[in-house]
């Protein structure tokens, strides 16, 4: 049974990812990281997990196929770099790094070791954002974020928020994007919108995100030529055509982190490593994804 390792065990890793790697037990040896023994202690209980280890280096020596990394993003480069240099896969939450040449970088050293370098980009996963994604002569694609009243230093708003609509619209786009215009507005260095046009030759994508809107709201819209979709917080779908529009939802059964695409980009990514297999998110559009969240950061700092 291939061993498995996840380095840190936070908010994101106990709500998004451990429930799913539970269930996943009877194919994979699981080897969890923490130097709090309390919260190992709870999560064997919760979920049966039982190896734990206390440091980097201790996982590193179970030799695991790939390393699960849910770890502060300012820690990110260190961690992978020590991982793809010892041959092992990693999974790491985004943004890889705040910093694009060391994105690039990473990219590069995993290319090197024949090694996948996975972003958790959950949102390509979810089943409605894939339904999007099969909408053929796209148009026009619309992917907005919205927060009621979000205070955020606007670097921080950038990669922890506004990511997700970018990658979502890179994500939907199929043509190579030939022009990008930013614009961004900050008040006392806190982001309070932020707006993005990509450009190819027949298709233009408006990213959106407005953080003192009113309301908590996720909305992807793909225009093509014979229908209009629009998935709203990713469990609602929307098809418009001339005198009608029907809307569906995801099934009451259907688990939340199905709908939101982690059990999906968590078993994508397993069945790669295992299977020697394709990237499911692959480096180019990874790379893209952070060059254009780092490029509207860099226009504040110009």
């Known amino acids: 049974m291939e061993k498995i390792g996840v380095m840190g065990l936070g908010n994101i890793a106990q709500k998004a990812y451990l429930p ?7 194919e994979y040896e699981w080897h969890l990281t923490t130097r709090n023994e309390a919260k190992g202690k ?14 980097l280096e201790e996982l590193i020596a179970e030799k695991p196929l790939a390393v699960f990394v849910h770890t502060p993003t300012q820690t990110h480069f260190k961690i992978i770099k020590q991982l793809l240099e010892n041959g092992i896969n990693v999974y790491v939450d985004k943004p890889v790094s705040e910093d694009l040449s060391q994105v690039e970088s990473l990219y590069d050293l995993a290319a090197k070791n024949n090694l996948l370098l996975t972003c958790g980009f959950n949102r390509r996963f979810a089943p409605f954002n894939q339904e999007l994604k099969q909408i053929e002569d796209k148009r026009t694609i619309v992917s907005e974020k919205i927060r009621e009243k979000a205070i955020q230093p606007t670097a921080f708003a950038i990669f922890d928020l506004m ?8 994500y ?8 990008v215009d930013n614009f961004l507005v900050t008040d ?9 046009t990509l450009r190819g030759q027949k298709s233009q994508a408006q990213i ?39 809307q569906t939802a995801r099934p009451d059964w259907e688990n939340t982190l199905v709908t939101r695409g982690f059990d999906p980009i968590i078993r994508a990514f397993l069945k790669a490593v295992s299977e020697k297999g394709d990237n499911p998110v692959s480096p180019d559009s990874s ?16």
């Not at 997700?164 to 890179?170: F, I, L």
């Not at 006392?188 to 993005?196: P, S």
């Open 287 to 302: 790379i893209l994804s952070h060059k254009l969240c780092y490029d509207l950061v860099k226009t504040i700092q110009n």
């Open 20 to 26: 799913v790697m539970a269930t996943l037990q009877n």
């Open 163 to 170: 990511i997700h609509s970018v990658d979502t619209a890179v």
């Open 188 to 196: 006392d260095g806190n982001l309070q919108q932020g707006y993005i």
């Open 208 to 246: 959106i995100t407005n953080m003192i809107g009113g309301s908590n709201l996720e909305l992807s819209t793909v225009q093509g030529i014979r229908t209009r979709e629009e998935v709203t917080n990713l469990n609602l779908l929307d098809t418009f055509q001339t005198g009608s529009k029907t």
């Open 42 to 55: 709870k999560l064997e209980r919760m979920y049966g997990f039982k190896h734990f280890h206390q440091t």
């Open 172 to 179: 939907l786009m199929d043509e190579k994007i030939a022009h």
